[in-house]
């Protein structure tokens, strides 16, 4: 069983920063694919990024392209989520999905594809 915790959230104004963090334990974390995503009440969950087993390989939604950075530090077995240039349409619970993977090169954008959750965190941008 792998446990998912996320941090970092909060209440930030327009344009500005916060960082996102999830630890993932219970399983070689080299072999876990990574994703961020995010949700709304009355919404799907949404695509915000994700990056491979061996932070060779990301990928952003259009709508955070340039904006949000995802990386990794195995060694902490940390996931992070830089997030600049906040935007009001940014606000909704972020959660952190860790996939299993048997090679450590792809990431996953479908939410569907992740085994394990976090209980996500809140982020609310105010303009």
């Known amino acids: 069983q792998v446990q998912v915790v996320e941090s970092g959230g909060g209440l930030v104004q327009a344009g500005g920063s916060l960082r996102l963090s999830c630890a993932a334990s219970g399983r070689t974390f080299s072999r876990l694919a990574m994703g961020w995503f995010r949700q709304i009440p009355g919404k799907e969950r949404e695509f915000v990024a994700a990056?491979?087993?061996?932070?060779?390989?990301?990928l952003y939604a259009d709508s955070v392209k340039g904006r949000f950075t995802i990386s990794r530090v195995n060694a902490k077995t940390t996931v992070y989520l830089q997030m600049n240039s906040l935007k009001p349409e940014d606000t909704a619970v972020y959660y952190c999905?860790?996939?299993?993977?048997?090679?450590?090169?792809?990431?996953?954008?479908?939410?569907?594809?992740?085994?394990?959750w976090g209980q996500g965190t809140q982020v609310t941008v105010s303009s």
């Open positions: 990056i491979s087993g061996n932070a060779g390989s990301s």
């Open positions: 999905g860790a996939k299993t993977i048997l090679t450590s090169g792809s990431y996953y954008p479908n939410p569907e594809s992740y085994d394990y």
